[in-house]
C-alpha cells in the first residue's frame, strides 16, 4: 500500500509558478503510474497530468498543455508538478494519486494524498 503526502501549494499571482512536490512511501514506487488531480470550490474533482512508472509516457488535460510539467524521480520516490503561468482557474486543491501500470488514459486511481491548496489571485 502506498501512502503520497503532497507539498508546495500556496498563494501566487496570476502569471506566476508553483512546483508541487508528492512523497510516497510504503510501497515499490515503479510499479505505479502516477497522477495529479485537481478539485474547485463547488466542482468535481478533474484531472490534471498522468506519468507513466519509466517517465515514457506523460498525459495532460487541454487546460493546462503547454503550461504544467509533470515528472518523477523513482529514487527518490517523488512526483512533481511545475505549474508556470498560472491563472486564477487553477485555483484548487491538488491531489497525487497513484495507480498501477496501465494506460495513462486509464482513470481510475487507487491511491490518494490529502490534497495541497493552490490558490492564484488576479
Known sequence: ???LVESGGGLVQAGGSLRLSCAASGGT??????????????KEREFVAAISWSSISTNYADSVKGRFTISRDNA???????MNSLKPEDTAVYYCAAKGRSSLYFLVYSYWGQGTQVTVSS
Open 1 to 3: 500500500q502506498v501512502q
Open 29 to 42: 514506487f515503479t510499479l505505479y503510474d502516477m497522477g495529479w488531480f485537481r478539485q474547485a470550490p463547488g
Open 76 to 82: 527518490k520516490m517523488m512526483v512533481y508538478l511545475q
